[in-house]
Nanobody, 127 residues
Framework: QVQLGESGGGLVQAGDSLTLSCTAS????????IGWFRQALGLEREFVAA????????YYGDSVKGRFTISRDNVENTVYLQMNDLKPEDTAVYYC????????????????????WGQGTQVTVSS
């Protein structure tokens, strides 16, 4: 079992930056791909960004490309999501998720490869 904990959410103004962290604990040996998803009130969960287990590959949703950066520190078992130029439409609960096996780039953007999910952290961007 892998446990995931998100932190770093909060209330910011449009144009501000925020960094979310996702820390893994438990049976993390072997490495997991990590994805960030978000869910705004009344909407479906949306892919934000993902990174391969070794950090060699990263993927972004169209709405965050150029503004968000995902990175990981495997020594600390932590994945970061640096969010710049935040917009009110970025307001959502942000979840990180871990996947042991992901087959192909497109799979990183889907919900089903991810085996474990965190509880989420709220990000609110005021205009």
């Amino acid at each position: 079992q892998v446990q995931l904990g998100e932190s770093g959410g909060g209330l910011v103004q449009a144009g501000d930056s925020l960094t979310l962290s996702c820390t893994a604990s438990g049976r993390t040996k072997g490495g997991y791909a990590i994805g960030w998803f978000r869910q705004a009130l009344g909407l479906e969960r949306e892919f934000v960004a993902a990174i391969s287990w070794n950090g060699d590959s990263s993927y972004y949703g169209d709405s965050v490309k150029g503004r968000f950066t995902i990175s990981r520190d495997n020594v600390e078992n932590t994945v970061y999501l640096q969010m710049n130029d935040l917009k009110p439409e970025d307001t959502a609960v942000y979840y990180c998720a871990a996947a042991q096996r992901v087959h192909g780039p497109n799979a990183y953007t889907q919900l089903n490869p991810y085996d474990y999910w965190g509880q989420g952290t709220q990000v609110t961007v005021s205009s």
